[in-house]
């Protein structure tokens, strides 16, 4: 707050240099000399110094007052004095106080349209530190309407993020997309946050493809894949979690086994079953029935004959279960293994299966 208390400040100097109505000498004194005491006040601290700023903005208020209802000249010297009193009210953390005093300065007539604009927007900071967010909305949007300003621009952004105004959020923050590079931590979440509860999931993700390579971070490529998957494009989620895992960024069984899962899911079963085949070699996943069964089931939907009866009949001699062999006989017997669908078929009907005593009257 210091910081704005000192851009209101400063801009009273730009305000006698761009001004339209000439002021007497003694109101240029007068300002002068409370100028002065402001900024020697801004270096010291204490009760002192909060007394000085007491008396400041009684003397400025009381002018402002004295001169507003007079002619042009008489108002612009009301508007400054409201500005003397805004910096002075910032520096005790009174913003919203503050804020009304450039409010009220911005009314004046004869006050040159550049000095309305820079008073816009030095309003808009204190609406948006005193909590007053519609209102700070409000003011940053008329700025915006006429100026173009980045850093404005965002503090507009998160200030419709912060009320929830997703849609109004991701059109401001359209133009600001191409400034990338240039993007903190903390701006790249609040543009992926904007756009995913603005419905826009599309262009987040275009958005994350983009920035993504070998040294973004696993959460870079986590939230890629979740958005595709979101957006409907399992493919493309399953294709990001594959250069991530390649990249070194996922190592762990539950990755791996996510990774499978969205092979299967985007239509590349014969990778999740490449995968699930690598895994259980090097016991990153456990050979257990779910993990065969997951196993067999890629294979099939890779519509690999060999493989998929292969691995079908694997989960059958590990479970023992008259129902796997039962699938492995109707496989075989589909893709014209009669030797294989006989001995599945006999095996779960020594299991207690008696529907498949019809398969094999079939095959004898």
């Given at each position: 707050m210091q910081r704005l208390a000192g851009v209101i400040l400063f801009s009273l100097w730009a305000s006698f240099v761009?001004?339209?109505?000439?002021?007497?000498?003694?109101?240029?004194?007068?300002?002068?000399?409370?100028?002065?005491?402001?900024?020697?006040?801004?270096?010291?601290?204490?009760?002192?110094?909060?007394?000085?700023?007491?008396?400041?903005?009684?003397?400025?208020?009381?002018?402002?007052?004295?001169?507003?209802?007079?002619?042009?000249?008489?108002?612009?010297?009301?508007?400054?004095?409201?500005?003397?009193?805004?910096?002075?009210?910032?520096?005790?953390?009174?913003?919203?106080?503050?804020?009304?005093?450039?409010?009220?300065?911005?009314?004046?007539?004869?006050?040159?349209?550049?000095?309305?604009?820079?008073?816009?927007?030095?309003?808009?900071?204190?609406?948006?530190?005193?909590?007053?967010?519609e209102e700070a909305i409000v003011l940053y949007e008329q700025w915006l309407d006429s100026h173009v300003d980045e850093q404005v621009s965002w503090q507009l952004v998160y200030l419709l993020a912060q009320e929830e105004r997703w849609e109004r959020a991701a059109e401001h923050l359209a133009p600001l997309l191409e400034q990338r590079d240039s993007l903190n931590e903390a701006r790249q979440s609040l543009v992926l946050a904007v756009l995913r509860n603005a419905g826009q999931n599309d262009a987040a993700l275009a958005w994350l493809l983009q920035g993504l390579d070998s040294q973004s971070a696993p959460e870079a490529w986590r939230q890629a894949a979740g958005l595709a998957q979101q957006a409907g494009q399992p493919g493309v989620a399953a294709g990001v979690w594959e250069m991530a895992w390649q990249l070194g960024k996922f190592t762990q069984p539950e990755e791996r086994l996510l990774l499978i899962q969205l092979h299967l899911a985007g239509g590349t079963p014969a990778r999740a079953a490449e995968h699930l085949t690598e895994a259980l070699q090097n016991e990153m996943l456990p050979q257990d029935e779910q993990t065969l069964r997951l196993l067999a089931t890629a294979w099939y939907q890779a519509k690999h004959v060999q493989n998929a009866l292969a691995a079908w009949e694997n989960l059958a001699e590990y479970t023992q279960q008259a129902r796997n062999w039962r699938q492995v006989g109707q496989l075989a017997y589909s893709w014209g293994d009669e030797a294989l669908a006989k001995h599945a078929f006999t095996q779960a009907l020594a299991l207690g299966d008696a529907e498949v005593e019809s398969w094999l009257v079939t095959l004898r």
């Amino acid at each position: 707050m210091q910081r704005l208390a000192g851009v209101i400040l400063f801009s009273l100097w730009a305000s006698f240099v761009h001004a339209s109505e000439p002021l007497p000498g003694d109101i240029i004194q007068d300002l002068n000399v409370l100028q002065q005491q402001q900024l020697a006040d801004a270096s010291e601290s204490g009760d002192g110094s909060q007394e000085a700023l007491e008396r400041l903005i009684t003397r400025a208020t009381g002018q402002a007052a004295r001169l507003q209802s007079g002619n042009r000249s008489d108002q612009w010297a009301s508007a400054l004095y409201s500005q003397l009193a805004a910096g002075a009210m910032a520096r005790q953390g009174r913003q919203e106080e503050a804020a009304q005093q450039l409010a009220n300065a911005r009314e004046r007539s004869g006050v040159p349209v550049s000095q309305r604009a820079r008073w816009l927007r030095e309003e808009a900071g204190l609406r948006r530190a005193a909590g007053q967010r519609e209102e700070a909305i409000v003011l940053y949007e008329q700025w915006l309407d006429s100026h173009v300003d980045e850093q404005v621009s965002w503090q507009l952004v998160y200030l419709l993020a912060q009320e929830e105004r997703w849609e109004r959020a991701a059109e401001h923050l359209a133009p600001l997309l191409e400034q990338r590079d240039s993007l903190n931590e903390a701006r790249q979440s609040l543009v992926l946050a904007v756009l995913r509860n603005a419905g826009q999931n599309d262009a987040a993700l275009a958005w994350l493809l983009q920035g993504l390579d070998s040294q973004s971070a696993p959460e870079a490529w986590r939230q890629a894949a979740g958005l595709a998957q979101q957006a409907g494009q399992p493919g493309v989620a399953a294709g990001v979690w594959e250069m991530a895992w390649q990249l070194g960024k996922f190592t762990q069984p539950e990755e791996r086994l996510l990774l499978i899962q969205l092979h299967l899911a985007g239509g590349t079963p014969a990778r999740a079953a490449e995968h699930l085949t690598e895994a259980l070699q090097n016991e990153m996943l456990p050979q257990d029935e779910q993990t065969l069964r997951l196993l067999a089931t890629a294979w099939y939907q890779a519509k690999h004959v060999q493989n998929a009866l292969a691995a079908w009949e694997n989960l059958a001699e590990y479970t023992q279960q008259a129902r796997n062999w039962r699938q492995v006989g109707q496989l075989a017997y589909s893709w014209g293994d009669e030797a294989l669908a006989k001995h599945a078929f006999t095996q779960a009907l020594a299991l207690g299966d008696a529907e498949v005593e019809s398969w094999l009257v079939t095959l004898r």
